[in-house]
């Protein structure tokens, strides 16, 4: 198990900008990702990252956000720019590992709650 702990949520108006912060602990993982959940909505994938980089997105928030990581500290930040009310939800960190092409994320933190304002 992967130990996540998520901050940097809060609130924000429109056009603002958050930076989000999770800090991993424990077993070994290949990518850690970040997904959100909007009241009354499945949860969604946002953007992950390898230990070696290799970004990925969601396609609708490539340009705004921008997922990073530091490995020396076990650490990935989303810097969310340009945020809209749509954009408000539960942001989750996930470690996940590789097996046969395929990432299966099996550790979640708590979550943290960004809110945009209009």
């Known amino acids: 198990q992967v130990q996540l702990v998520e901050s940097g949520g809060g609130l924000v108006q429109a056009g603002g900008s958050l930076r989000l912060s999770c800090a991993a602990s424990?077993?070994?993982?290949?990518?850690l990702g970040w997904f959100r959940q909007a009241p009354g909505t499945v949860r969604e994938f946002v953007a992950s990252?390898?230990?070696?980089?290799?970004?990925t997105y969601a396609g609708t928030l490539k340009g705004r956000f921008t997922i990073s990581g530091d490995n020396a500290k076990n650490t990935v930040y989303l810097q969310m720019n340009s945020l809209k009310p749509e954009d408000t939800a539960i942001y989750y960190c996930?470690?996940?590992?590789?097996?046969?092409?395929?990432?299966?994320?099996?550790?979640w933190g708590q979550g943290t709650q960004v809110t945009v304002s209009s």
């Open positions: 424990g077993r070994t993982f290949s990518r």
């Open positions: 990252i390898g230990r070696t980089g290799g970004e």
């Open positions: 996930a470690a996940g590992t590789t097996s046969n092409g395929a990432i299966n994320y099996d550790s």
